[in-house]
């Protein structure tokens, strides 16, 4: 599972993915309408993959983000220094008691794009109220989108 957050002066926004074995993505994303810093936004979009993968009776977890922070909260690493941290360690540490295995595993953000993208999405996103949007579905093209109309032209010309 890849998260991320995004404070910025649209917004703030928050996106997991929850990737199986057989590489089938569930992503989600939230636009956060409370104040939040950086590291609780980072922290909103952990504890939002995580509870994906609860409800999907996930048993074995990778957590990865790109949040240094929160990571080395996770593995126990570092102290908690900020108060408002707190109730967020407490409640990725329940979370993490409803799986049989949780590792948690920093990356840098180049390897974080698709979390990044969704968290940023849901910050600038005029919404005002819960929205769906179809699955989103990533194409790959290699040629421009005029060459299959250029092409069908020519072939029904003599």
């Not at 919404?127 to 250029?150: M, S």
């Amino acid at each position: 599972m890849f998260f991320d957050g995004t404070v910025n002066v649209k917004g703030v926004g928050i996106g997991a993915i929850l990737i199986s074995p057989t590489d089938q993505h569930y992503p989600a994303t939230a636009m956060l309408r409370f104040f939040c810093t950086n590291n609780t936004a980072e922290y909103e979009a952990c504890t939002m993959g995580m509870n994906m993968a609860i409800n999907q009776d996930v048993k074995e977890l990778l957590i990865m983000g790109d949040s240094n922070l929160i990571i080395r909260h996770a593995q126990g690493e570092w102290e908690t220094r900020d108060i408002k941290l707190l109730p967020y360690r407490k409640h990725v540490e329940d979370l993490s008691r409803r799986f049989r295995l949780v590792q948690f595993r920093y990356i840098p953000r180049c390897h974080n794009e698709l979390a990044d993208a969704l968290a940023t999405l849901a910050s600038v996103l005029p919404c005002p109220g819960n929205a769906y949007f179809d699955p989103l579905q990533i194409q790959v093209k290699e040629r421009h989108g005029y060459w299959n109309a250029t092409e069908a032209e020519s072939s029904t010309q003599p």
